[in-house]
């Protein structure tokens, strides 16, 4: 009897997808890309992404490798793009032909299901991937070896600081060794400039912000290879230790991030340094500190962490026409594989290539002036080759939101680090399923 | 023919009212004020802090770079069509159904209350993915239709109108107007409607906001720029790496003209009610 | 007796309605009941529950029940406290005597239009706990101590109730003055010659005639309420925490929705909608008995 009922309502649920017509299966051929036939495209992302592109399908190169593409977009914030993907695959359905995914919206998709997988015939994307960034590329990649989206652009985080106030503390934030020495250096950067009695310079804007770091930025590496969820104990003790030290050291502003004064902090001399991903050097220069050009310096993290800082990946989705994917497939191809592509997307909105071969490229070895003639770019270059490879699951999404609350807890709460670790493990234990 | 001769005599009371009252004015309507305010800042001093609190002179550079990046005229006329088709045809049918409620007796007339009622208390959160399925299905996927259909005869706005002809519509009226010889279609047009301005004022603004703000609906069912409605164009705005957002806030601001226009237009609709309520005295 | 045009025309009249139902309701709705059964995420359904997912979620689940302690504590000094300044608001500004009610009404009703992209960026400057515009009232004007609004658990449901009531007392005010449109002017005339004072007045004249709305807005704000996630969502970073310390900003509408949008489990996500759906529909059974009573 039960049997018999489940097996109808499972019919029933399936035929929910008789309402899809032509439904493909990972199996049906994608024919080979024509050069000659006119292909029209449509790209769905978020933000800057649509500038970035549109400069480049537009271009004189790109006309000349893939003459016969066209484009539409259908963009929106980075929330709303997220929603709309996830309710369009969802459905089983495909609206665009390239969609463009954050980092950590993947993990949902890697467990199967809604994209293409790219490491499959006749894309081959991992053969044609293999310059790309490996952490990149992993964290894009299932158990089984499906590759469901393609790395654009990294991320790499880094800790920028100034340099004036540096030298006026008299500490070095160049070569840190360990966190605990940042948090020596950070106890000489929070002083009280004006004399009234109240800390007005902080080390950095807020103790979460370094939660992560201890943790590949928090994108992959949730669950060990036996997944289990939290493990090894101590990598994850360590990340809520340090942000209770550097809380109790008092060397953060507890600015909110994205709040007025937390924007205002950078230009006007309340924090002294800030963990962050490589884009943000760009919104210094561009707009939150132009004002203090040659100040502000780039450093690897602390303690030869590498993490990294978010990441923007390009997919197709299963559903879209086979004839499109192979146009799809050539477009990601130009996006990621080419050094125009990923150089000029570099220039247009500071989102830093995950192909490693333009790393020797000249501009890369460029002075920056804004950084005091630094050579930020092969810094970043250094931490992008060196980010660990994470496993990601289907659950880290989840696991994260557990675990940015089990900071909280240990920074507003005053829970101790071993409690808020057993809270947030007995959480994702009940959660997962 | 004051509502409260006697209380409003006392200077004394009548000022400490004004005075809460624009307290109370100044707390809902600053944000709205501060928004105008950003529309004049230079794009990138949005989040400056201290905050603007006065009007800069970057207002005709916003606009221009709001111009520059996206086809504000095309989305702004999408969104104006959807909402004002939306709004005609849901005060068509809801006072249609609002009037059959409240001012008839049939058989299951309880029952369908309650199923009306009731189909308002599922939350509509996740039905986005199988309605979705359904457009693409019905080939509705691209046009406007999914944006106006399906809701133009809404529960929300039946239940509403139900609950506001319930007292304005007098039971009197509509038995004088059946001796005359009036078809039920012709009292619905001649008699209800009229009778229900108040509520239909509130329904409209209600129904021309929500449609004009319906952001995740037009997201998905439309296809790209230049079909889509003038709050997703704008949406694109705000993650711009270079963090100028004065299109962003320009855009922000013509975006809710319409809304204080179409305010305006039926706010007089709801106390014009005033003078067809008196019918009934 | 009834003739036949006045039996059928109320079934015709409400004909759109089920036809809209039948053709765009129907089939939404039991996708939603049937993948509640299931494990089901975003490439469809992987395994058979049953009543799994709402067991586990009254049971063992960490989140669903506080949150829905969140809710019923942010509907009652959120969406439903705001009726005790609306109807005295709308009477007052429906007064013929007062001057520039036209313009009250407009400003009243401006954070119903308001974009949100500013509503958030003004009450992430208000809530700040160091450089906030509350906190500096607090301090220099009450000499009181500092509230960190957007991180101590008990304060978030404050910031939240005081946003979610700054967003909607202007828009039941507009529903409750029009629904004063229908109220006979000569009642209150009566009244005052009876000598009845202007408080009496109200509460015998007023809000008994205004019960239908009182019971149509009322009931919105129950399901409103129950549903109520885009304030906690926007003060409490989205999918990116568990809806702050201790959950306190987690309502189970923001918790459906993290299920299905981000946790990608949108058989769990329904089910929690249909537990909702269930409390709303018990709640409005309850406000519409109490309408009932007070009505005879």
Redesign the interface.
């Known amino acids: 009897m039960r049997k018999k009922v ?1 097996s109808i ?2 019919m ?3 035929s ?2 008789i ?3 032509g439904q493909q299966g990972e199996s049906d051929p994608v024919p080979a890309f024509d050069p000659e036939k006119e292909y029209s495209l ?1 790209f769905g992302g ?3 992404l ?1 500038r970035a592109y549109k400069t480049i399908f537009e271009s004189a190169e790109f006309k000349k490798a893939l003459p016969n593409i066209t484009f ?9 793009h ?3 993907l ?8 495909a ?1 665009n032909d390239i969609e463009a995914l954050e980092i950590g919206f993947i993990a ?2 890697v ?4 994209l293409t997988n790219l490491a499959a015939a006749p894309f081959n994307g991992i053969e044609e991937g293999k310059d790309i960034v490996p952490f990149a590329m992993s964290n894009a990649t299932t158990a089984e070896g499906r590759l469901v989206a393609y790395p654009v652009d990294i991320a790499p985080a880094v800790l920028f600081y100034r340099k004036s106030l540096a030298d006026a503390a008299g500490v070095s934030l160049d070569n840190l060794k360990s966190w605990d020495e940042y948090i020596e250096a950070g106890k000489k950067l929070t002083i009280d400039k004006d004399g009234d009695g109240v800390i007005d310079q902080f080390a950095m804007p807020h103790a979460s912000e370094v939660a992560m770091m201890p943790l590949n930025g928090g994108k992959g590496g949730w669950f060990d290879e036996d997944n289990n969820p939290l493990q090894p104990k101590q990598k994850f003790m360590d990340s809520l230790d340090l942000v209770k030290k550097i809380r109790e050291a008092g060397i953060d ?4 991030a ?4 937390w ?2 902090a950078f230009a006007d001399g309340t924090v002294a340094s800030i963990v962050n991903g490589a ?1 943000w050097g ?2 210094l220069k ?3 500190a ?1 004002d203090l050009a040659g100040d502000w310096r780039v450093a690897p993290l602390p303690g030869g962490l590498y993490a990294s800082q978010g990441g923007t990946y390009l997919s197709i989705p299963q559903q879209v026409p086979l004839e499109n994917k192979a146009a799809a497939w050539e477009v990601i191809k130009y996006l990621t594989t080419t050094s125009h592509a990923q150089l000029s997307t570099f220039e247009q ?3 830093y290539p995950a192909l490693t071969t333009v790393y020797d490229d000249d501009i890369m070895n460029e002075d920056v002036p804004y950084f005091g003639g630094q050579k930020i770019r092969q810094l970043y270059a250094d931490v992008a080759n060196n980010i660990p490879s994470a496993k990601v699951s ?2 880290d ?2 696991v ?3 675990f ?2 089990a900071v ?2 240990v920074l ?2 005053g829970s101790s680090s071993e409690d808020a670790y057993n809270k947030a493990l ?2 994702i234990r ?2 997962v ?1 | 023919m004051s509502l409260q001769p006697n209380r409003l005599t006392s200077v004394g009371k009548k000022s400490v009212m004004y005075f809460f009252l624009v307290i109370f004015a100044f707390i809902f309507s600053f944000p709205f004020y501060y928004m105008f305010v950003l529309a004049t800042v230079p794009g990138t001093k949005i989040f400056s802090y201290p905050p603007h609190l006065f009007f800069k002179d970057s207002l005709w550079t916003n606009v221009k770079a709001l111009l520059d990046d996206i086809p504000f005229f095309v989305n702004f006329f999408n969104s104006a069509a959807i909402a004002t088709i939306s709004t005609v045809a849901v005060i068509f049918f809801c006072t249609m159904g609002g009037f059959a409620l409240s001012k008839y007796d049939f058989k299951g007339k309880k029952a369908i209350f309650i199923f009306i009622l009731s189909t308002m208390a599922i939350p509509p959160f996740l039905n986005i993915v199988p309605f979705f399925k359904m457009m693409v299905a019905f080939h509705w996927y691209g046009t406007w239709l999914p944006l106006i259909v399906p809701g133009m005869a809404n529960a929300f706005g039946i239940f509403m109108m139900a609950q506001f002809t319930k007292d304005s519509i007098p039971a009197a009226l509509l038995d004088a107007a059946r001796i005359d010889g009036l078809t039920e279609f012709q009292i619905l047009m001649k008699v209800a409607f009229p009778l229900s301005r108040a509520g239909i004022g509130v329904l409209g603004i209600i129904t021309f906001i929500n449609s004009w703000n319906n952001f995740l609906g037009a997201l998905i069912m439309l296809p790209n720029t230049d079909k889509t409605t003038l709050p997703v164009a704008l949406s694109k705005l705000f993650m711009q790496m270079d963090g100028d957002r004065g299109g962003l806030m320009a855009g922000t601001v013509l975006a809710v003209l319409p809304l204080m226009v179409v305010f305006i237009i039926f706010n007089k609709q709801i106390i014009s009610g005033l003078t067809a309520g008196s019918v009934k005295g | 007796m009834l003739n036949r045009s006045q039996k059928w025309a109320p079934y015709l009249f409400l004909s759109p309605f089920f036809i809209l139902f039948l053709v765009f309701g129907v089939f939404p709705i039991g996708y939603s009941i049937t993948i509640s059964l299931f494990k089901w995420t975003v490439s469809g359904p992987q395994e058979f529950r049953g009543i799994g997912n709402y067991v586990k979620l009254l049971t063992t689940d960490p989140f669903f029940v506080g949150s829905l302690w969140t809710t019923f504590l942010l509907l009652i000094f959120g969406s439903l406290l705001q009726h005790f300044f609306a109807i005295p608001l709308a009477i007052l500004l429906n007064n013929k005597s007062l001057k520039g009610g036209d313009s009250f009404r407009l400003l009243y009703f401006l954070p119903y239009i308001t974009s949100s992209v500013v509503i958030a960026l003004i009450f992430s400057q208000m809530f700040d706990h160091n450089y906030g515009w509350l906190n500096y009232i607090i301090e220099n004007v009450f000499g009181g101590e500092k509230v960190k609004w957007l991180q101590d658990p008990r304060a978030i449901r404050s910031s939240i109730a005081i946003m979610v009531n700054w967003r909607f007392i202007g828009w039941n005010t507009i529903i409750y003055m029009a629904g004063l449109q229908s109220i006979d002017q000569s009642l209150y005339e009566a009244a005052e010659i009876d000598g009845a004072s202007g408080l009496r007045k109200h509460l015998h004249i007023t809000v008994p005639l205004l019960l239908p709305i009182i019971f149509f807005a009322v009931s919105l704000s129950i399901i409103g309420g129950m549903q109520l996630f885009e304030e906690p969502f926007v003060l409490m970073r989205g999918y990116e925490q568990m809806g702050g310390p201790n959950n306190a900003g987690l309502t189970s509408a923001y918790y459906l929705l993290a299920t299905g949008f981000s946790f990608n489990r949108f058989g769990k996500a329904s089910a929690i909608a249909w537990i909702l759906f269930v409390i709303i529909l018990g709640m409005t059974w309850i406000n519409k008995m109490v309408t009932d009573k007070l009505q005879k």
């Open positions: 489940i309502l499972t029933f649920a399936l929910f997808s309402f899809a017509t449509s978020y933000g800057d649509e539409e977009y259908q963009m929106a914030d980075f929330g709303g997220h929603d709309r996830t309710t369009v695959l969802a459905a089983g359905e609206t949902k998709f467990e199967g299901g809604g502003g507890d600015l909110g994205w709040s007025g004064p924007i205002q884009w760009g919104a561009a707009w939150v132009s909105i500071d989102a289907e659950y999404a989840v994260l939101a557990i940015n609350n909280t807890d507003v709460n007995n959480e009940a959660i399923d």
